[in-house]
């Protein structure tokens, strides 16, 4: 009597479930799938549906310089910002994992402020504080910029997988005759390792990602992509920017994917 | 400082000479964790510290291993100060209460992990990761990640990784506290075993009193930071130096007493329940305010009437009778309230049996009763 009854609503509540599951789908990723779609696109102009398809928007993006110029200035910021964001993020998270001192909580707020500060302020800070720094649209300011934003991410993380391992194996490996910097090496850091490679996925995607910041210190010479995909938004806009937009989609699936084999690898020992 | 010459003649380098404390205090600002600690552990001795939780006595041992550093005193391995050495350059083995395996590494990667430290051979890593293995009974476990064991056996993990670089001492702090009765009971006697092979000096902290019982040599009770006696099971069982120690391990009737006489290693002494006699352990005058302690299992009845003695014998009603199987533990109270616990062996008195409401006189011999100086340390 019961079993059935509750069979009945369980049949409803799967179907209901499924149901607005998928809407919420369709509603999160439409206007990606769109994007892809009109990347293929054979007409000059961003309609939907694309009357015919081809591969003229990704000859045009890896044929202008202007679009792969800025591609190739992305990742000249990305590569070293995701560096030093997460050698900083790590180290700062560690030290402030292992010590014990006054105002530590407001450290770590101050840490974090950049992903709680709203972006814009950040960037008027930076436009106003790297003009009279000489950073003012360098490759060296978007970097500066783009690792202050990133490092909390990293911070977070690594944060996060320290808290959960046991402290005393730091002690034990002590024990056994490991120095600090062994048993960092050998006990903690591949214990926390899937933190900081998350936190360094953050850091990649968000730098290749950000705009605001990016708009308000960069000039046409050293342009990141999306400032550029900007510019041409309000400019002439053709499908080129759906081709980059792909681009973009495709490297943060790549991002999520990996993340999602780290954490895979991670629980095998951590948990059974 | 002494017995490098007496007990068993071990010519080897690593236990030359045991360990020594030396007035070692810890506090931490206004608390103090261990008061002042002198020690001096025998050739190959198993010393087990013996207190309640928060008696210093895991402290005591973080500063032996280095993990923690004394805020006076020092520590001598084999004659050396151990204060300047960090942990690291000690070489002293330590097994941890929740075992602190490395959970990314395999059981064999674990035990190797202090010989690689060494920068030991390859070769000579695999033999003695092997015999260490071998020796705690999970050689077929070695490929296994330690979250795939079960507590008893990380647990022989974590001792094997501690044995496996022949450590002079090898300290273990509460290494059975989180295993179920009959595996602790099993690991006393394997863990037994392990230090008369090894012949290795071993300093154990427990709160377990049977657990101290069966495995120590010698037994340091710790009370409030400071070692309250260190002693051979028996010499504390049957020679408490305080009231704590008599009532921490095992059980005592307490009475307060003050001393009128001083014969011998025996003194008389005037209570409220009467005049007592007991061996003078703390080496009382008179006139001294003191306890006696008496053990449950010393105390015996006799049938109603006169035993011809003036001293220890006592008058009271049983409140309430405990059977334990093999004994039966009777609760008399006395006239002025006070209350005694008495433990008899089952069928000793030939037929007569003691009911609830009897009023029944007890004794005790004078030399089952020791007097204690009547300090009580806050």
């Known amino acids: 009597m019961h079993m059935s009854l509750s069979g009945g609503t369980g049949i409803w509540w799967r179907w209901g479930r499924l149901l607005m599951c998928g809407l919420a789908v369709v509603y999160v990723i439409a206007p990606l799938i769109i994007v892809v779609i009109l990347s293929f696109s054979s007409a000059p102009f961003l309609t939907f549906p694309p009357p015919g398809l081809s591969l003229q928007w990704y000859e045009s993006l890896f044929g202008n310089p202007v679009w792969y110029g800025s591609l190739l200035t992305s990742i000249k910021i990305l590569v070293p910002t995701a560096i030093l964001a997460t050698a900083i993020g790590t180290a700062a998270a560690f030290g402030m994992s292992r010590s014990e001192f006054r105002g530590k909580s407001i450290i770590a707020g101050l840490i974090m402020s950049p992903i709680i500060v709203p972006v814009i302020i950040t960037a008027v800070g930076m436009f106003g504080a790297f003009r009279s720094l000489g950073l003012f649209g360098t490759l060296a300011g978007l970097i500066a910029a783009h690792t202050v934003l990133t490092v909390p991410f990293v911070f977070a993380t690594v944060s996060g997988a320290l808290s959960v391992i046991d402290q005393r194996l730091e002690g034990a490996a002590a024990t056994l005759g490991a120095t600090p910097w062994v048993s960092f090496r050998r006990v903690t850091l591949p214990l926390i390792l899937p933190g900081i490679l998350s936190g360094l996925l953050f850091a990649v995607v968000i730098s290749f990602d950000e705009l605001v910041v990016s708009m308000f210190i960069s000039t046409p010479a050293v342009r990141p992509i999306t400032v550029q995909m900007w510019s041409n938004v309000r400019g002439a806009v053709d499908p080129t920017i759906a081709a980059v937009a792909s681009i973009l989609l495709l490297f943060c699936l790549s991002a999520l994917v990996a993340q999602f084999m780290i954490d895979r690898g991670g629980d095998r020992r951590v948990d059974r | ?378």
């Open chain 2, 1 to 378: 400082m002494k017995n490098t010459t007496d007990g068993c003649k071990k010519p080897t380098l690593s236990h030359s000479s045991p360990l020594v404390l030396k007035d070692i205090r810890k506090t931490y600002g206004e608390i103090v964790a261990v008061d002042r600690v002198n020690l001096e552990l025998r050739e190959g001795e198993f010393l087990t510290f013996l207190g309640p939780s928060g008696s210093g006595k895991t402290t005591t041992l973080a500063m032996v291993a280095g993990l923690q550093n004394p805020s006076s005193g020092s520590i001598y391995l084999n004659g050396e100060p151990l204060d300047p050495l960090p942990p690291y350059r000690r070489n002293i083995g330590m097994v941890f209460q929740h075992y602190a395996l490395f959970p990314h590494m395999t059981v064999a990667g674990n035990v190797a992990f202090p010989l690689e430290m060494r920068k030991l051979p390859r070769s000579e890593v695999r033999k003695r990761v092997d015999e260490a293995l071998e020796l705690v009974g999970l050689p077929e476990m070695a490929k296994r990640f330690p979250a795939e064991l079960s507590g008893g056996q990380q647990q022989r993990v974590a001792l094997a990784r501690a044995i496996v670089f022949k450590p002079p001492l090898l300290l273990m702090d509460e290494p059975l506290g989180a295993l179920d009765r009959k595996l602790r009971e099993q690991m006393q006697l394997e863990i037994t075993r392990l230090h008369r092979e090894l012949k290795t000096s071993i300093l154990y902290v427990t709160h377990d009193q049977e657990e101290a019982l069966v495995m120590s040599d010698r037994i340091a009770v710790f009370n409030k930071g400071l070692i309250e006696q260190i002693g051979s099971a028996h010499e504390l069982y049957e020679k408490p130096m305080t009231k704590f120690v008599a009532g921490f391990l095992g059980d005592s009737n307490f009475f307060g007493a003050t001393v009128r006489e001083v014969r011998g290693d025996c003194c008389l002494l005037d209570s409220q329940n009467g005049p007592l006699r007991a061996s003078n352990t703390s080496r009382l005058k008179a006139g001294d305010k003191a306890v006696v302690a008496v053990r449950p299992e010393r105390i015996s009845f006799f049938a109603n009437g006169h035993n011809g003695v003036a001293h220890n014998t006592l008058k009271g009603r049983v409140t309430d009778i405990i059977y334990l199987g093999q004994s039966s533990k009777y609760v008399l109270k006395m006239p002025d309230g006070t209350e005694i616990r008495a433990l008899q062996q089952a069928q000793t008195e030939g037929g007569h049996k003691i009911a609830l409401g009897d009023e029944v006189s007890v004794m005790w011999h004078e030399t089952q009763a020791n007097a204690l100086a009547e300090k009580q340390r806050d």
